[in-house]
């Protein structure tokens, strides 16, 4: 009966039809339940059948089951649209010859192929009348636009709840691949037969679809990334959900899945080559750009965000503007940072409509705190920024430097672990490192602090910040030898630095033990 189905598929419109449609059509004689079962037994092993061409070529829900005709190619679809010559060696054979059902089904089907047979028939007449067709080449493909399609959940033996909470997975690692890296999200779990992309090059680029088994008392997820263009399945990522809560996208776990997730979209989705073309819309790599330090770049990403936020008016974009002002101060060795309340203004032109984007209210809530006076909107900003995004690395680097500002070590300490390790993948990794190294050792944990420092020079050698950490620690631990070599690197970078340039001048502390402990630590060193 599996034949009997997809030749039914085949032969629908869109490739379409509803499962109790199906059901009646080839089991209607049977009593529901065995009709039900039966119908499930032939759809699994026609599915089983059609895997080697693809997961997508047979979907289903609950209301329907649909055959991606665009993926295979049917005789009768490609003749009657046009695509194909019917050739004179076809126009004399009945449709769908020596297909036969069986048993209870048998009237009901050949109910349905007379009518099949005689629209081609019809079919077949009009092609003879009519003048011979002129074929033209295909169109071109145009290349897509930065797009990605969200797929139907594929999982069996799963509850609904389960399944629906798949789907919110599916949702937010779409939902967080906009804010990164600015592409646009086409949701095809409809269950309605798509080519992907379409002449025009409208949709989407990449397919992400989400595969669940059961497994134990929980499931497990592979998420599968394909390119449409070449129907590549480019990379899949797993994760072993041995309990329901894991499915929450607060819990540690699932936040590491998606965070990895969004590092390997942005690596599929943006080209490599050159940034600058991309990252006016992509805040993924105009925040590479920024952590570049190098001044022309500063001033590139800042000509490009401007660009981006006149064309798209996207919150995200004011809040990158405003945070761009920090590093135009934060690594000038000594710079105070004052008070600019044009960074404010900025920030603040985006506080409705980024109120649920966290990447904006990671941005503007760390410039209101760098920038400005404003300590209390810069910590409701910060703090919701966490609740928005719990997989963004980023936001708990900088709700943890703000809690390390005002003195909160264990706040701080759990936020800087918990971005260390979402980050673990990401190209930033090396300032969630710092981030650590300086939490570390304000908390007197200076081994931490050595250990995490270093780690982020190993990846940005000249980063000031960890260089300060990783020195004054090794002088407070009496590595005097180790702390006197590192203390040259910070004097070769800048030889009028003196460790009288206090934590308050370079970021604004309200635990002034933490900064004076740092002095020490630099003093100790041989750094006067």
């Given at each position: 009966?599996?034949?009997?189905?997809?030749?039914?598929?085949?032969?629908?419109?869109?490739?379409?039809?509803?499962?109790?449609?199906?059901?009646?059509?080839?089991?209607?004689?049977?009593?529901?339940?065995?009709?039900?079962?039966?119908?499930?037994?032939?759809?699994?092993?026609?599915?089983?059948?059609?895997?080697?061409?693809?997961?997508?070529?047979?979907?289903?829900?609950?209301?329907?089951?649909?055959?991606?005709?665009?993926?295979?190619?049917?005789?009768?679809?490609?003749?009657?649209?046009?695509?194909?010559?019917?050739?004179?060696?076809?126009?004399?054979?009945?449709?769908?010859?020596?297909?036969?059902?069986?048993?209870?089904?048998?009237?009901?089907?050949?109910?349905?192929?007379?009518?099949?047979?005689?629209?081609?028939?019809?079919?077949?007449?009009?092609?003879?009348?009519?003048?011979?067709?002129?074929?033209?080449?295909?169109?071109?493909?145009?290349?897509?636009?930065?797009?990605?399609?969200?797929?139907?959940?594929?999982?069996?033996?799963?509850?609904?709840?389960?399944?629906?909470?798949?789907?919110?997975?599916?949702?937010?690692?779409?939902?967080?691949?906009?804010?990164?890296?600015?592409?646009?999200?086409?949701?095809?779990?409809?269950?309605?037969?798509?080519?992907?992309?379409?002449?025009?090059?409208?949709?989407?680029?990449?397919?992400?679809?989400?595969?669940?088994?059961?497994?134990?008392?929980?499931?497990?997820?592979?998420?599968?990334?394909?390119?449409?263009?070449?129907?590549?399945?480019?990379?899949?990522?797993?994760?072993?959900?041995?309990?329901?809560?894991?499915?929450?996208?607060?819990?540690?776990?699932?936040?590491?899945?998606?965070?990895?997730?969004?590092?390997?979209?942005?690596?599929?989705?943006?080209?490599?080559?050159?940034?600058?073309?991309?990252?006016?819309?992509?805040?993924?790599?105009?925040?590479?750009?920024?952590?570049?330090?190098?001044?022309?770049?500063?001033?590139?990403?800042?000509?490009?965000?401007?660009?981006?936020?006149?064309?798209?008016?996207?919150?995200?974009?004011?809040?990158?503007?405003?945070?761009?002002?920090?590093?135009?101060?934060?690594?000038?060795?000594?710079?105070?940072?004052?008070?600019?309340?044009?960074?404010?203004e900025i920030a603040r032109e985006g506080l409705n409509a980024g109120a649920f984007n966290g990447l904006y209210l990671t941005t503007a809530g760390y410039s209101m705190f760098y920038l400005t006076d404003n300590q209390e909107l810069a910590a409701d900003l910060l703090t919701r920024a966490v609740e928005v995004a719990p997989a963004q690395a980023m936001a708990w680097d900088h709700l943890a430097l703000f809690w390390h500002t005002q003195g909160k070590r264990a706040k701080a300490r759990h936020a800087a672990e918990r971005a260390v390790t979402l980050g673990r993948f990401s190209p930033l990794r090396y300032a969630y490192d710092t981030t650590l190294s300086m939490v570390s050792h304000a908390d007197g944990d200076f081994d931490a602090a050595v250990r995490f420092g270093r780690r982020a020079l190993s990846r940005?050698?000249?980063?000031?910040?960890?260089?300060?950490?990783?020195?004054?620690?090794?002088?407070?631990?009496?590595?005097?030898?180790?702390?006197?070599?590192?203390?040259?690197?910070?004097?070769?970078?800048?030889?009028?630095?003196?460790?009288?340039?206090?934590?308050?001048?370079?970021?604004?502390?309200?635990?002034?033990?933490?900064?004076?402990?740092?002095?020490?630590?630099?003093?100790?060193?041989?750094?006067?």
């Amino acid at each position: 009966m599996r034949k009997a189905m997809f030749a039914v598929l085949a032969l629908s419109d869109g490739g379409r039809r509803s499962r109790a449609a199906l059901q009646e059509l080839l089991w209607g004689g049977r009593e529901p339940r065995r009709a039900a079962g039966s119908f499930r037994t032939a759809l699994s092993v026609l599915r089983r059948e059609l895997a080697p061409m693809g997961d997508d070529v047979l979907t289903n829900d609950t209301h329907s089951v649909t055959l991606n005709r665009d993926l295979l190619s049917i005789d009768t679809v490609a003749y009657r649209a046009g695509r194909n010559p019917l050739p004179p060696s076809d126009r004399a054979l009945d449709l769908l010859e020596g297909l036969d059902a069986e048993g209870d089904a048998r009237e009901d089907f050949e109910d349905w192929l007379r009518t099949e047979r005689s629209a081609w028939a019809d079919f077949v007449d009009a092609a003879d009348l009519a003048p011979p067709a002129v074929f033209l080449p295909p169109l071109p493909v145009v290349a897509p636009k930065r797009g990605l399609g969200l797929l139907t959940v594929v999982a069996e033996g799963v509850s609904p709840t389960c399944q629906h909470r798949c789907d919110e997975v599916l949702d937010f690692i779409g939902a967080e691949a906009r804010v990164m890296c600015g592409t646009d999200i086409y949701d095809h779990r409809d269950g309605v037969s798509r080519s992907f992309p379409d002449l025009l090059g409208h949709g989407p680029a990449h397919l992400l679809q989400l595969h669940v088994r059961p497994l134990g008392q929980g499931v497990h997820l592979t998420l599968k990334v394909i390119e449409t263009a070449s129907r590549k399945s480019l990379w899949n990522q797993r994760l072993d959900c041995s309990a329901p809560d894991m499915l929450d996208l607060h819990h540690p776990a699932m936040a590491e899945f998606v965070s990895r997730a969004i590092e390997q979209l942005a690596n599929s989705i943006l080209p490599a080559a050159d940034p600058t073309q991309t990252a006016g819309h992509a805040p993924y790599q105009s925040l590479n750009m920024m952590f570049s330090l190098s001044p022309q770049t500063l001033e590139r990403a800042g000509q490009m965000l401007q660009s981006a936020w006149h064309e798209t008016h996207d919150p995200v974009h004011l809040g990158l503007l405003s945070y761009l002002d920090t590093f135009r101060v934060g690594e000038s060795w000594g710079r105070a940072v004052g008070n600019r309340p044009e960074a404010a203004e900025i920030a603040r032109e985006g506080l409705n409509a980024g109120a649920f984007n966290g990447l904006y209210l990671t941005t503007a809530g760390y410039s209101m705190f760098y920038l400005t006076d404003n300590q209390e909107l810069a910590a409701d900003l910060l703090t919701r920024a966490v609740e928005v995004a719990p997989a963004q690395a980023m936001a708990w680097d900088h709700l943890a430097l703000f809690w390390h500002t005002q003195g909160k070590r264990a706040k701080a300490r759990h936020a800087a672990e918990r971005a260390v390790t979402l980050g673990r993948f990401s190209p930033l990794r090396y300032a969630y490192d710092t981030t650590l190294s300086m939490v570390s050792h304000a908390d007197g944990d200076f081994d931490a602090a050595v250990r995490f420092g270093r780690r982020a020079l190993s990846r940005k050698p000249e980063f000031s910040s960890a260089l300060r950490y990783v020195t004054a620690g090794l002088g407070l631990l009496g590595r005097h030898d180790e702390a006197e070599e590192m203390a040259q690197r910070i004097l070769r970078l800048d030889p009028t630095f003196t460790a009288d340039r206090k934590t308050q001048g370079l970021i604004k502390m309200v635990d002034r033990e933490a900064g004076n402990r740092l002095q020490q630590g630099l003093i100790l060193a041989g750094l006067k």
